[in-house]
């Protein structure tokens, strides 16, 4: 079992659409929590932090479940340009391979 | 300017080639990381260096190498190219280990080995 598991996608939907990526981990001294995206053949880009109160940014939310393990991202009102790739990160720290990547989920918001 | 710059950009090369790929970065981090990212699957960790005195190999480090020349500078070298070494290689950067710091990414390298 991978320490970082994502859903595997690929999302195919709508402009307008609401979508949920989900994201869990295995490790429970992982500290620190992310959201990042990757466009095709360009490196990952930080999207959000997530915080154990949960966070949102515009049209993003982001949720942390720390007894589940379990973290989450949803996107609302989902726009062409959300097509990315989305990676669930997380930060083991005092570890010494501390970041923690998981295999991503890709997007495609439809017009 | 870029904060992680990576060179070269694109490389092609063939079987048995010794290639160094060079990561440069401006954040005054501590912290610097190789990884590999191969169609169809996530960042793999090459090696890490958490200063300039201190060197770990990550979980594929076998076929690799790197060198610490300083706390902005951190390459990664290929002694004898092979095919299954065509990747996008990217190099990063974070601050001290503590809650909440995240990774920055260079541009990324395309590599095709021959």
């Known amino acids: 079992r991978k320490e970082v598991e994502q859903d595997p996608g690929p999302f195919n939907v709508p402009e307008g659409a609401t979508v949920a990526f989900n994201c869990t981990y295995s490790?429970?001294?992982?500290?620190?929590f992310f959201w990042y995206r990757q466009d095709c053949r360009k490196e990952p880009k930080l999207l959000m932090s997530?915080?154990?109160s949960g966070n949102e940014d515009g049209r993003f939310t982001a949720q942390l479940n720390r007894a589940s393990q379990y973290i989450s991202l949803l996107i609302r009102d989902s726009k062409l340009s959300d097509s990315a790739t989305y990676l669930c990160v997380v930060n083991r720290v005092n570890y010494g391979q501390n970041f923690v990547f998981g295999p991503g989920t890709r997007l495609s918001v439809l017009p | 300017d870029a904060d992680v710059t990576q060179t070269p950009r694109n490389r092609i090369t063939k079987t048995g080639k010794r290639i160094m790929l060079e990561c440069s970065q401006t954040k005054g981090h501590d912290r610097m990381y190789w990884y590999r990212q191969d169609p169809g699957l996530g960042l793999r960790l090459i090696y890490y260096?958490?200063?300039?005195?201190?060197?770990n190999k990550g979980e594929i480090s076998d076929g690799y190498s790197v060198s610490r020349q300083a706390q902005a500078k951190f390459s990664l070298s290929l002694e004898s190219a092979i095919p299954n070494q065509t990747a996008l290689y990217f190099c990063?950067?974070?601050?001290?280990?503590?809650?909440?710091?995240?990774?920055?990414f260079g541009p990324g390298t395309r590599l095709t080995v021959l």
């Open positions: 260096s958490f200063d300039v005195k201190d060197i």
């Open positions: 490790n429970s001294a992982s500290q620190s």
């Open positions: 990063a950067t974070s601050g001290r280990d503590r809650v909440g710091n995240e990774q920055f």
């Open positions: 997530v915080y154990s």
